[in-house]
């Protein structure tokens, strides 16, 4: 599917690519603070129970009004449920117990190279020099930030169980990422949205149960509101929606470099909330992402 805009002089869609990745990374503020207070599918799931319920009443009339259409389209909803709220949404938690948060950098940013390769295998997408070097660099400066400049630390890099589950995450959020834009939709934007949230605590639900069940029990306190209510609106309602508008102006492919930039703003984030340090290798790597991303928006006729 073409992007909507492609115009050289049209800079507002280039600016929610960099706009986007600050809501969404602060999802990594969920994965660090709050899967210490809520279990993770547990919080996965009132995370997107909460995003429905703050949405279906401003678009309630639409979506009853669309009956026929909602029928028509339940299959493809569950699917984008199941793999942006359901994998993308409680993979990273669970990762999070049982590996590190550079593993886990190291592995998401896989998810722009699924995104390319799915893109061109199954909907002939176009890939040209210019976006597979603004790739390379891009990749290259997430690896010296997660490395922190040391490239011996790449090379005794050790994996663990929840890398898988990272893994699973990365490769879910290319399949939302590429079907959401091909997959034409009867419903707005948000009522879209809407529906999706729906589907994925549908799909969460039934291993919220084993996880209560027999492993974590939630602790509903004033801890668990907070981490639901902010893992709902930032990483998730305005996240999710501006990323919807990212596709829609540039397509999957390059709309999957927000992901890069995301490995920006963790470290930031880092920085301001951890009290991570910045060193020489953060510049150095910034900059190789913003190059990269300038790069990847060249559109070649």
């Known amino acids: 599917m073409k992007p909507s805009a492609t115009r050289k002089n049209n800079f507002y869609p280039y600016l929610l690519l960099f706009i986007q990745p600050i809501f969404m990374a602060s999802n990594i503020i969920v994965a660090r603070g709050g899967v210490e207070y809520v279990p993770p599918v547990s ?42 709220c359901g994998i993308c949404g409680a993979f990273p938690f ?63 890099f050790k994996f663990t169980s929840g890398d898988l589950w990272m893994l699973g995450a990365a490769f879910g959020w ?57 893992a709902a609106i930032s990483p998730g309602i305005i996240a999710f929606t501006l990323y919807t508008k990212v596709q829609k102006y540039v397509g999957a492919s390059l709309a999957g470099f927000t992901l890069y930039i995301f490995s920006i703003y963790s470290a930031i984030y880092g920085i301001i909330l951890f009290d991570e340090a910045i060193l020489s290798f953060h510049y150095y790597g910034a900059a190789l992402v913003f190059i990269g991303v300038y790069l990847a928006r060249k559109i070649f006729k």
């Open 43 to 84: 919080l996965a799931f009132w995370r997107w129970l909460t995003v429905f319920v703050i949405l279906m009443p401003f678009f309630f009339d639409e979506i009853i009004k669309k009956k026929r259409q909602f029928k028509n389209e339940s299959f493809k909803l569950f699917f984008l449920g199941l793999m942006g």
């Open 94 to 156: 669970i990762a999070g117990m049982s590996t590190t948060m550079a593993n886990m950098g190291i592995i998401y940013t896989s998810s722009p190279i699924f995104i390319i390769v799915l893109s061109v295998l199954f909907f002939g997408d176009k890939i040209n020099l210019s976006r597979i070097i603004g790739l390379i660099l891009c990749l290259s400066g997430v690896l010296i930030i997660i490395c922190k400049g040391d490239l011996t630390y790449l090379i005794n």
């Open 174 to 230: 290319a399949v939302y990422s590429i079907f959401l834009i091909n997959w034409k939709s009867s419903f707005s934007l948000m009522a879209r949205f809407t529906l999706i949230a729906f589907f994925g605590v549908i799909s969460l639900f039934p291993f919220y149960l084993i996880e209560e069940w027999y492993f974590f029990n939630t602790a509903f306190n004033n801890n668990f509101i907070f981490w639901v209510l902010f």
